[in-house]
């Protein structure tokens, strides 16, 4: 201890009774003088100053017995009555009030401050996450984007006419601009510069009539390509009669404009007339007349031909008979002459002939819908089972005629089913496999449909009469059109079969899936909202697939191309091929020597289409296996004297000892020792300058007799082939489809070419690239005008 | 007796000019052209192999500092412009087309820390170890910057933002300035000594990324709260640089010989590692498509790298190019720039084999066709083999080997660690997740 407590003495303390304050607030600070930390004593303010510093405040201590409080200000109020309405404000405020917490420490409020600042920036960022991702997965993009500022040209500096190329252009720019005419117009459209949405308008009124035009442009051509005489005609016609229509209009309305109108068509008469056509002077009509002695259609033509011509001549006769009497025809005799004339009214006879026809091919076809409708209602359980099928499979058909159509389907169905069962029960065996006593609606109508088909297919050959209860199928002579309509009738139905039957299979599977495994799946997609956040809500895929490689470069240098390092690797790499495959011969069973003439080629099946043979191996095959025999046996027969197994044997040792790796002789003759006519080099040096290579792996024919397997054949071709499927792809089929997708323009179209090399990324010469701009975020809203 | 002859108009097939292309008829049935495949495989061969004759990407070299290149600045608006500053305090302007100095000055006492252009290009800034940041004014050839602001903390690193007229400097502190005054209006301070590079979001425009000394990236909001973020590697940060079309992803240079693309929203791990360089670092700038990006290192090389992709495609040496102090991808996705420690400013293509100038239609046409070709058999064997194989100088093939050798002696222990202890006991752990330390909030 090294407090002295010399100077504080009991005996006086419990003496002194007068000065006990004095001797307690001794005691205190001895006591306080124990305690080694230092108290930071409350500060006192002296001086009255307008600042007060934060760090002076200090807690109200309950020791602090000498601070003044409110209440002992307020103690006052409760002396006057008058003043009982503050002392009760007083109290009431003081209830309510509450001492505000303390400031956080600066550290932590600087962190809670990033905080909220980084989940800011997080939640601006993450505004980009589409525009990246469609930039990311784009296959065209091409830079400058479209959205920065950069590239805008401006269209009226671009189209202003001071940008003429030559003089002249330039001087007329000049002269133009400062026209009075132009000027005018320049200031009125600065007077009532059209708004937005009547430029629009405008705009769009220009693009409709644009169109309008464009279509009738098109019509008037494709009419124009059409050869039918007929049509040309018909359209001539008509359009004549139009014309007369309009005429008569117009002579009501507006007789001057009728009179100039009139004018014009005997204009056109007139030329017309003056013309040689219709006049049975060209060739075409010459042609037509001769062909007119067998051909009705060409003597029509003809007549009618004559007729305009004499039309037109008529009209003449009629307008001014001082014409020349020459052109004129008496059209009474031509009519009772002319042969042609009298074959006009075929047209008719043939129209009567057709309605005829045509009456008689309703008919028929009204019996036979008849006797189909008739073979449905001659019996009443099957139809009321129908409707009751029809009900089940809720098919909703507004036409009667359709539904009607449906019952005689669903009744041929039962009716078929029954028979079907009926033939079944005939057919199995009751010591057969029993059927499954369960048919779904599906198996039922796929039953039909078989059987439905087998009809089909029998009505070829004959009728089918099956009889079953009480309904006849009716002959399949006229039954063929219905069996088809019934098939897609039944298609149809199996579809909606099915589509109900998923749903009802869904909707069950949503109700047996216990809540049990619900929170699992919560807690699923929790993990996976975890691990994709937001950008992977977005996730698509490029619509080209290209290879993806993430590689190291291969980075040589040349100054290691030593030849030890080389053969070190050529020798590592063979042991490691020793290591590796091992072929596993055991389970391989040796084969008869004497059969080695079975043995055929082996051809191997990969996903590359049959484009080469097309198709010629099944014959092949077929004829292969028929005259085995024979050429075995002439084989046999032609190597009669041979020792063929012995020649393959030689053969295989031979190609054995090929594969095998020879050793590297890396011996000098006089290196290192004299060298020369006859000095033998020494055996021991020699060897060491033999490098030995690994025993090779066995061979994969070691044990197999009579077979030689060349591993090393296509080593060349192997070189070239892929091992390993690249990224983007997940199989390999897709990745062989691929490469076998040809792109060049030699094997398909000029345009899909384009297409297929279009690069991903442009980018545009001399064009300075800014970054991503803002705007690109901002949605543009369609007006609506 | 009549003999017929086939007789053909010289007029189908005979071009009058050479610009002249007839319909040439053919018949695009597949069994028709068996050997589909195999042609194309013969002709992607042959491109590939063209590919690498062609290769031929050092463009020029811009001599003339008598200190090494310290940084280099592209102006926003003019491609053929370029502005370098030294060690010794000088700047240069390029005319690199014609490679020529157009104008040289003394600009600092001791090193050209920082130089940009204002985005309007009529000013250029720079800072240097003097502590004093110079306007240049563009348009006038005067000798003396046309302000000077002293600034009372030293300075490292300069970027400007893209749209407003402020910049920020960093060096004891990040500072926030403004033209026309000649204090900072912000400075921003999280507990750190020194800040080495500072950059501007450019698509982002309030959002700044600093590396600083204690090997932490530090992500700062201009707008109201200043610091936001910070994430602590194993090694230093060298330089960071923002992606232009990306606002949210951002590329550090690393002093582990490594890059790493972080998304500021998940700093905790890497988006992706970019490897291949075998000594520290320096430089980093982003192509301005943003699928790519270039580095410059100690190692004397310059990597390009695409930017979804841990590998370089691509990598760029010469005898004479010392130690890489800074890196730039030009404006039109052309070229790049490098400066290095030996004085001299090297002007790449960034594209290899790519033919320079103006293309003819079915020069294009060829060159997409055979550009289409080599991706398409890219991974057959052969073919990579070309494509891939570079030729290094032998201190990058040797240092390569080298860390191979450790890496794969790593790898070996880690398994050996892992076969002898309790399952699960020594995790798998993508790299990725081995260099970040931790995310501080």
């Known amino acids: ?785 | 007796m009549k003999v017929k002859v086939i007789s053909r108009n010289p007029d189908e097939y005979l071009r009058e000019t050479k610009r002249d292309i007839h319909k040439v008829q053919r018949n695009y049935d597949p069994a028709l052209h068996p050997l589909e495949a195999p042609r194309e495989y013969a002709r992607a061969m042959n491109s590939v192999k063209l590919e690498r004759i062609f290769a031929k990407p050092f463009l020029g070299n811009l001599d003339g500092h008598r200190d090494g290149v310290s940084c280099l600045a592209k102006h926003p608006e003019t491609l053929s412009f370029l502005a370098s500053g030294a060690y010794d305090g000088e700047i240069k302007f390029w005319d690199l087309p014609q490679r020529i100095c157009k104008r040289s000055f003394q600009a600092h006492d001791g090193c050209v820390r920082g130089l940009t252009f204002t985005p309007d290009g009529k000013n250029m800034l720079s800072m240097g170890d003097d502590k004093t940041i110079k306007t240049w004014s563009m348009e006038n050839e005067q000798e003396d910057p046309t302000n000077t602001i002293l600034s009372k903390t030293v300075l490292l690193s300069l970027s400007h933002q893209r749209s407003q007229n402020q910049f920020v400097t960093c060096g004891e502190v990040c500072q926030l300035w403004e033209h026309g005054r000649n204090e900072p209006i912000r400075s921003y301070q999280w507990g750190v000594d020194s800040l080495h590079h500072v950059s501007f979001n450019q698509v982002e425009t309030n959002l700044l990324a600093a590396c600083a000394s204690d090997r932490s990236v530090i992500l700062y909001d201009t707008r109201d709260s200043g610091p936001v973020r910070k994430v602590v590697m194993k090694l230093k940060a060298n330089s960071v640089c923002w992606n232009p079309m990306e606002a949210f992803n951002f590329t550090v240079a690393n002093e582990d010989f490594n890059l790493y693309t972080f998304d500021v929203r998940q700093m905790r791990v890497p988006a992706n590692v970019h490897m291949d360089h075998v000594g520290a670092v320096v430089s980093v700038d982003y192509s301005p498509t943003g699928k790519e990006f270039v580095s410059g290192s100690y190692d004397r090389t310059v990597r390009i790298y695409e930017a979804h992709k841990g590998h370089s495609r691509e990598v760029y040496h010469t005898k004479r190019m010392q130690k890489l102090s800074v890196v730039s991808w030009s404006l039109d996705n052309k070229y790049i720039m490098s400066g290095s420690d030996e004085m001299n400013i090297r002007v790449w293509k960034a594209r290899a084999a790519e033919k320079l100038g103006a293309l003819k239609p079915r020069e294009k046409a060829a060159l997409n066709y055979h550009q289409a070709l080599r991706t398409k058999f890219a991974q057959h064997p052969q073919i990579k083999r070309i494509a891939r194989h570079r030729h290094v100088p032998k201190h990058i093939y040797n240092a390569q080997k080298e860390q191979h050798a450790m890496r794969d002696k790593a790898k070996r222990k880690e398994g050996n660690v892992r076969k002898h202890s309790k399952k699960g006991a020594v995790p798998f752990v993508p790299e990725r997740k081995k260099h970040v330390i931790r995310e501080h909030e």
Not at chain 1, 113 to 120: A, K, L, P, T
Not at chain 1, 264 to 275: D, W
Not at chain 1, 410 to 428: D, G, H, L, P, T
Not at chain 1, 675 to 687: D, F
């Open chain 1, 1 to 785: 201890m090294t407090v002295d407590m010399e100077d504080f003495d009991f005996n006086n303390y419990s003496d002194s009774d007068d000065g006990g304050d004095e001797e307690h607030k001794r005691l205190l600070t001895a006591i306080s003088k124990l305690d080694k930390r230092k108290r930071v004593l409350p500060s006192e303010r002296r001086e009255p100053s307008l600042q007060v510093s934060e760090f002076h405040l200090s807690k109200e201590t309950s020791s602090d017995v000498n601070a003044v409080h409110l209440r002992d200000l307020a103690k006052s109020l409760s002396l006057k009555a008058s003043h009982g309405e503050i002392a009760r404000k007083l109290k009431a405020t003081q209830k309510k009030s509450k001492t505000l917490p303390k400031p956080l420490e600066k550290p932590a409020a600087n962190k809670i401050r990033r905080e909220v600042g980084f989940e800011n920036v997080k939640e601006q960022l993450s505004q980009w996450d589409p525009v990246v991702l469609r930039n990311r997965i784009s296959d065209d993009l091409v830079f400058p984007l479209k959205s920065s500022k950069g590239t805008r040209l401006n269209p009226e500096e671009f189209l202003s006419p001071h940008q003429g190329a030559t003089e002249l252009e330039r001087q007329i720019a000049a002269v133009l601009n400062d026209s009075p005419s132009v000027q005018k117009e320049r200031e009125e459209k600065e007077e009532y510069p059209l708004s937005l949405e009547e430029m629009i308008q405008r705009r769009k009124e220009l693009a409709r009539i644009k169109a309008q035009e464009s279509y009738r442009q098109a019509k008037a051509h494709r009419q124009n390509k059409i050869k039918s005489k007929k049509f040309h005609r018909i359209a001539r016609r008509e359009k004549i009669r139009k014309q007369i229509k309009e005429f008569e209009e117009l002579q009501q309305k507006d007789p001057e404009a009728a009179l100039e109108r009139l004018e014009e068509i005997e204009k056109e008469r007139v030329l017309e007339r003056a013309s040689l056509r219709h006049k049975s002077t060209g060739q075409w009509a010459k042609n037509q007349a001769v062909r007119a002695k067998y051909d009705k259609e060409s003597r029509q033509v003809l007549a009618e031909q004559l007729k305009i011509s004499k039309d037109l001549t008529q009209k003449i006769q009629a307008d001014s008979e001082s014409s020349d009497e020459e052109l004129v025809v008496e059209p009474e005799s031509a009519v009772s002459d002319n042969p042609w004339i009298a074959q006009t009214k075929s047209e008719a006879d043939v129209d009567v002939f057709l309605s005829g026809y045509r009456k008689y091919w309703n008919e028929k076809a009204k019996e036979n819908q008849k006797d189909t409708i008739v073979g449905t209602n001659a019996d009443s359980t099957p139809g009321e089972k129908a409707s009751d099928t029809v009900s089940v499979l809720d098919v909703e058909l507004e036409d009667p005629k359709a539904q009607a159509l449906l019952k005689t389907a669903v009744v041929s169905y039962s009716e078929i089913k029954q028979n079907n069962e009926n033939s079944f029960a005939q057919m199995n065996p009751p010591d057969s496999k029993p059927e499954s006593n369960s048919p779904s609606k599906m198996k039922k109508v796929k039953k039909i449909k078989k059987t439905l088909m087998a009809i089909k297919a029998k009505a070829g050959k004959k009728t089918v009469t099956a009889s079953c209860g009480k309904w006849e199928v009716t002959p399949l002579e006229t039954q063929v059109v219905n069996v088809r309509s019934l098939v897609d009738m039944f298609d149809g139905l199996h579809e909606k079969i099915t589509e109900k039957a998923k749903l009802k299979i869904s909707n069950l599977k949503e109700q047996l899936i216990p809540q049990t495994n619900l929170p699992r799946k919560g807690k699923k997609e929790k993990r996976k909202t975890n691990a994709s956040d937001t950008s992977n809500l977005l996730e698509m895929k490029r619509q080209k697939v290209q290879i993806d490689l993430d590689e190291k470069l291969d980075e040589g240098s040349t100054t290691n191309g030593d030849f030890v390092s080389e053969l070190t690797e050529k020798i590592q790499l063979a042991k490691s091929n020793l290591s590796n495959d091992k072929p596993s011969t055991s389970g391989v069973p040796e084969l008869d020597p004497n059969k080695f003439m079975k043995t055929g080629p082996i051809k191997l099946r990969t996903a590359l289409p049959d484009e080469i043979t097309g198709g010629d191996e099944a014959l092949d095959d077929s004829d292969h296996e028929g005259g085995e025999k024979e050429k075995q046996l002439t084989i046999s027969e032609a190597f009669a004297d041979d020792d063929v197994v012995a020649d393959f044997s030689q053969e295989k040792q031979d190609a054995i000892n090929k594969s095998k790796p020879e050793d590297i002789n890396l011996h000098l003759p006089g290196w290192g020792d004299w060298g020369g006519h006859n000095i033998k080099p020494n055996q021991r040096k020699r060897k060491r300058f033999i490098v030995e290579m690994p025993k090779p792996p066995p061979r994969r024919d070691e044990n197999k007799g009579n077979l030689i397997i060349n591993d090393t054949e296509d080593s060349a071709a192997r070189a070239h082939q892929v091992s390993e499927l690249p990224f983007p792809f997940t199989s390999v089929k897709d990745f062989e489809a691929s490469v076998r997708a040809p792109i060049s323009n030699t094997f398909i179209p000029e345009s899909a070419h384009r297409k297929l090399i279009k690069p991903s990324v442009r980018t545009k010469m001399g064009a300075i690239i800014s970054p991503m701009d803002k705007d690109v975020l901002i949605k543009r809203q369609q007006k609506k005008l």
